[in-house]
């Protein structure tokens, strides 16, 4: 239009050309007959909230569809003027101050965000300029003293108040926790619903806050396709998510039609003032009341829903519930906050155990083993099969050695491999659902079983045959029998272990084809976490499991415990006996009754505390560490400790080719074994030679004081009497200690002297004059 006009000729015209010129244009062009209103906004095209990125394509928009009906502001058309705000209300406020003060007038002021629109709102009394905001949600801008002329088309952050108190209450919350940023918009709706939930006798336990946005993504809201498509297209393509504003879109879009609305219903009743419109300036106070008024009674439907303002100048719209179904957000149904009714949907449904069904969500949790008890009892559990290596090769090495030939070897290396075995399978007991996948798990459960099976039967299976067989031999009835003598067959003693281990194989297989380990899921009681009441616990917890489990286990467990018990008494009857064919029978019994008693009391507790897993596993996996242990160092650490204190390393053969003999081990063993005796026997001799002539100078100095005393009184004239006459020799004197054999022929002759003592151990006769009883000197000599 000034386009236009300033190409107009410039030369004086009179009056009736004038009208007749500009009758001319408005017939030719019916917009230039239009008067124009002007409308100044804000969008915030950048800043924390971009929200101008969609909201100012939704208002362009509308603006053109209003500018070409002809059944609203028919002699007006509506403009933009339009600044960014950068939602920041130092900016806002330059802003404001340019559109107040250049031309043109604006009859309306339209901000963004809600720290703008406190400015903006607060500031258009002055001016009398109604202010319409379509995305500010402070609950502040309620206060009609503070913004008498506010509106805006976007609800007010408490209206979803109330819906969310029938919620909590509906669901029975009495404790809730809030999340918020830190902005007046946000804060003061958290004061608000402190309020409201504090009235319903709702507690809010945790109150926290963030400045930046949050990492979760806030789902936008949908309206009508149509619209949507539209915007799309006015956005070039570009991603919703990545487009600020785009959820408050709608809300602008609908701001514009409020607004065109509202001056629309203002026309008739400014016109039957003698106003108009296009009278309005910032000192006009009845266009203004006008506008408010029309703006007070808007009622339609816009693509964000039902528009209408409350008393406070607020958007009054329903709440829309959506759950998160399989990725992608659901209508569950819709509260009134109007009328305070919640209603919800025929169609879709609460997926889930928890609100609305029976108001409670419920996590299923399975229940895993303490890695930290797991990594304790294995770290023992290797350590116990390094030593069984150690063991074993020892017992290898040295087999050659009688020492270890008499204790069964191959025996003992059946009970080094078995408690190995044992031990191994503390590894697949710790093992659960949380290292391997569950169709793995039936796996894990058959090693338990057979490895701790084999593991027993080979470890406590050679020891019973020990034990056995001692106690056959050496506890029959039939005095006649040489016991020392009785030949030991090897061969017998590894068939008992043999049909030991084979009745454990034959057991495990009937059981595995018969009734398979599967796995299976024991629930608890639900629980409910603290702070947390809308949520419930179930716990769950995976078990090694067949159908007659029980049965099962009772026939296995009827078994060895019998094993057991006959080991023990076997143990016990054996105590006192003493053989070389079996040299470490007792240190076997030792190991027995550990075992025994380990055995019988972890059974039934870890069948008792089966549903607590670090409980059950922690008494299982330590007696095997601790029965293992015992019998590895009651078995091996003697015969360590024998070789390497009397250093019988060396094998019977290595020691016959040092010696040049030729004659048999069993010789050679009687030689050494005489040699070693009489060189005892010669120090035994020694000693009692070296304590008689002790006695002999005692005894020769009491007689000569006794003596002297007498010669005081009586003269002997030629001679003096002897200390002591012998009158005759006793055998005793001569005879070998207690516990030694009479030797044939004494291949060290005794000497004169301790031979002429021997009548000292004359019991009748009387030594010398002083009458000394020789039992006097079989005392003293003892």
């Given at each position: 239009?000034?386009?236009?006009?300033?190409?107009?000729?410039?030369?004086?015209?009179?009056?009736?050309?004038?009208?007749?010129?500009?009758?001319?244009?408005?017939?030719?062009?019916?917009?230039?007959?239009?008067?124009?209103?002007?409308?100044?906004?804000?969008?915030?095209?950048?800043?924390?909230?971009?929200?101008?990125?969609?909201?100012?394509?939704?208002?362009?928009?509308?603006?053109?569809?209003?500018?070409?009906?002809?059944?609203?502001?028919?002699?007006?058309?509506?403009?933009?003027?339009?600044?960014?705000?950068?939602?920041?209300?130092?900016?806002?406020?330059?802003?404001?101050?340019?559109?107040?003060?250049?031309?043109?007038?604006?009859?309306?002021?339209?901000?963004?965000?809600?720290?703008?629109?406190?400015?903006?709102?607060?500031?258009?009394?002055?001016?009398?300029?109604?202010?319409?905001?379509?995305?500010?949600?402070?609950?502040?801008?309620s206060n009609r003293q503070r913004f008498p002329t506010f509106f805006r088309t976007h609800p007010s952050a408490t209206l979803h108040n109330p819906t969310r108190v029938q919620l909590f209450q509906k669901w029975k919350w009495t404790k809730i926790a809030t999340i918020q940023q830190t902005t007046e918009v946000f804060t003061s709706t958290l004061d608000d619903l402190e309020e409201r939930v504090k009235e319903a006798g709702i507690e809010i336990s945790v109150r926290q806050s963030f400045l930046t946005d949050p990492a979760v993504a806030v789902k936008n809201l949908k309206t009508s396709q149509e619209f949507l498509a539209q915007l799309m297209s006015k956005l070039g393509g570009k991603n919703p998510e990545e487009t600020g504003g785009f959820q408050e879109a709608p809300l602008a879009y609908d701001a514009v039609w409020a607004l065109a609305l509202a001056l629309n219903k203002t026309v008739g009743p400014l016109r039957a003032k003698g106003h108009h419109l296009e009278d309005f300036n910032y000192n006009n106070r009845d266009i203004t009341a006008e506008i408010y008024r029309a703006m007070n009674t808007s009622s339609f439907e816009g693509v964000s829903g039902h528009v209408v303002f409350d008393a406070q100048g607020s958007r009054m719209a329903w709440t829309l519930i959506e759950q998160l179904q399989g990725g992608s957000y659901k209508k569950i149904g819709y509260y009134d906050s109007t009328k305070g009714n919640l209603s919800w949907y025929g169609n879709d449904?609460?997926?889930?155990?928890?609100?609305?069904?029976?108001?409670?969500?419920?996590?299923?949790?399975?229940?895993?083993?303490?890695?930290?008890?797991?990594?304790?009892?294995?770290?023992?559990?290797?350590?116990?099969?390094?030593?069984?290596?150690?063991?074993?090769?020892?017992?290898?090495?040295?087999?050659?050695?009688?020492?270890?030939?008499?204790?069964?070897?191959?025996?003992?290396?059946?009970?080094?491999?078995?408690?190995?075995?044992?031990?191994?399978?503390?590894?697949?007991?710790?093992?659960?659902?949380?290292?391997?996948?569950?169709?793995?798990?039936?796996?894990?459960?058959?090693?338990r079983l057979w490895l701790l099976g084999l593991g027993f039967s080979l470890a406590y299976g050679s020891m019973f045959t020990k034990i056995w067989w001692v106690h056959t031999v050496f506890t029959k009835k039939d005095e006649k029998k040489d016991?020392?003598?009785?030949?030991?067959?090897?061969?017998?003693?590894?068939?008992?272990?043999?049909?030991?281990?084979?009745?454990?194989?034959?057991?495990?297989?009937?059981?595995?084809?018969?009734?398979?380990?599967?796995?299976?899921?024991?629930?608890?009681?639900?629980?409910?976490?603290?702070?947390?009441?809308?949520?419930?616990?179930?716990?769950?917890?995976?078990?090694?499991?067949?159908?007659?489990?029980?049965?099962?286990?009772?026939?296995v467990y009827g078994y060895k415990g019998l094993l057991l018990l006959l080991g023990i008494f076997l143990a016990y009857e054996t105590k006192s006996i003493s053989t070389e064919k079996i040299n470490d029978h007792r240190a076997v019994g030792m190991a027995i009754y550990n075992v025994a008693v380990l055995c019988m009391i972890t059974a039934p507790v870890t069948m008792i505390l089966s549903s607590q897993q670090d409980a059950s596993f922690a008494f299982a996996s330590l007696a095997i560490v601790f029965s293992v242990y015992i019998t590895l160092v009651v078995l091996f650490v003697p015969k360590m400790r024998r070789l390497i204190t009397r250093g019988e390393w060396q094998s019977d053969t290595q020691e016959t080719m040092k010696t040049g003999s030729s004659t048999n081990n069993n010789d050679e063993e009687k030689s050494r074994q005489l040699e070693r005796e009489n060189k005892e026997l010669q120090k035994i001799i020694q000693e009692k030679e070296e304590r008689v002539s002790e006695l002999r100078n005692q005894l020769s100095e009491r007689q000569a004081l006794r003596s002297r005393r007498r010669a005081s009184t009586i003269t002997y004239q030629n001679h003096s009497p002897p200390p002591f006459s012998i009158t005759q020799s006793d055998p005793r004197s001569l005879a070998p200690p207690p516990g030694y054999p009479a030797p044939a022929s004494d291949p060290h002759p005794v000497p004169q002297s301790f031979a002429n003592s021997s009548s000292l151990y004359q019991s009748d006769s009387k030594i010398s004059r002083n009458k000394c009883h020789t039992s006097r000197l079989q005392l003293l000599y003892k």
């Open positions: 239009m000034t386009r236009l006009c300033q190409n107009l000729p410039r030369r004086p015209v009179s009056r009736y050309s004038l009208i007749f010129i500009l009758t001319v244009l408005a017939c030719s062009c019916p917009a230039l007959g239009k008067k124009k209103l002007y409308i100044g906004a804000l969008f915030p095209m950048s800043g924390g909230w971009p929200g101008g990125q969609a909201c100012l394509p939704a208002a362009q928009m509308a603006l053109d569809l209003v500018n070409n009906r002809t059944d609203i502001l028919p002699d007006y058309e509506l403009e933009l003027i339009y600044y960014d705000s950068m939602c920041d209300p130092g900016e806002a406020t330059k802003l404001l101050y340019d559109l107040l003060y250049t031309e043109p007038i604006k009859i309306v002021l339209m901000p963004g965000c809600s720290s703008v629109s406190t400015l903006v709102a607060e500031a258009a009394r002055m001016w009398n300029l109604i202010v319409l905001s379509y995305g500010s949600s402070s609950p502040a801008l449904k609460w997926i889930g155990s928890g609100p609305p069904a029976d108001q409670t969500v419920v996590i299923e949790e399975f229940r895993y083993l303490s890695q930290k008890l797991f990594v304790s009892v294995s770290v023992f559990a290797g350590l116990g099969i390094l030593l069984g290596i150690v063991c074993l090769t020892f017992n290898i090495y040295n087999s050659n050695v009688r020492y270890i030939q008499n204790s069964q070897p191959y025996l003992n290396n059946m009970t080094a491999v078995g408690c190995m075995m044992s031990l191994a399978a503390v590894f697949p007991l710790g093992i659960d659902g949380l290292h391997v996948h569950r169709k793995q798990f039936p796996v894990i459960c058959q090693f016991k020392k003598k009785q030949h030991l067959e090897p061969w017998k003693l590894y068939a008992t272990v043999g049909v030991l281990l084979g009745i454990d194989i034959l057991s495990l297989m009937i059981w595995q084809i018969v009734d398979p380990l599967h796995i299976t899921v024991e629930k608890f009681t639900r629980e409910a976490p603290k702070g947390d009441l809308d949520v419930l616990i179930q716990p769950l917890l995976e078990h090694c499991n067949s159908e007659k489990m029980n049965t099962w286990l009772g026939v």
